[in-house]
């Protein structure tokens, strides 16, 4: 099976000019997210922080971004827009051709776009996601603003058309599932990629999204039946 999502790629970007502020920012939140991926949000202190984005101003966090809690907030957004301008970049262009025409399809999509090739954000962001998700998940959904998931609701859409059948609560707990499924593939794929004590040959083959895409929709698509009370 080939899918068409596999070949789609980032649109190149130029790169803006950034400011010593901004650079400075963006050194907190490339820290932050590695640490928060590492020890959750409540394991890392404000001194961590600007340790380890390699600034001796112990009060950087203050004047950038107001709080942790603000900090924390950026970081989801940062990661959040990232995967989302992917994921809609893919979705135009498997749209233009047409597609996407499988659950197959859509859910690579999700996968996929969920890897974009800025480090630190490719290597612990997933991991960071769950467990926020895990740990207030309020929090992140208010960060969220509704608006940098625009690209998962197309996916989940696609979805729904290509399965017309399934009842819609039956559907949507599947939806549920998947959604949980795949944070938690993402995350235990970064983890082992951030383990550089040894090779990792599944976890770095390309195949292996492919093959993951593949089993999730197989649950997806799984025959609705009923269960006695």
Known sequence: MTLSCQRLKPSPMAKPHRSPASDGMEQLKSAAVRLFAERGIDGVTVRDITLAAGQRNHASIGYHFGSKDELVRAVIVHG???????????LDRLEAGGGPS????VIECLLRSSLPAVSPWDECYNRFVVLIQLSNRSLFMEAL???????????????????PGDPPDALNQKLLFLGASLGGILAARESAIADHSRAHPMWTDDRIIRRAAIALAAMVRSPVAEIAS
Not at 81 to 90: A, G, K, S, V, Y
Not at 102 to 105: I, L, P, V
Not at 146 to 155: E, I, Q
């Open 80 to 90: 959040a827009r990232l995967i989302d301008e992917l994921r809609n970049d893919m």
């Open 102 to 105: 499988s659950a197959e399809e």
């Open 145 to 163: 603003e509704d608006r940098w998931n625009s690209g998962y609701l197309r996916c989940l859409d696609h979805i729904r058309r290509l399965m």
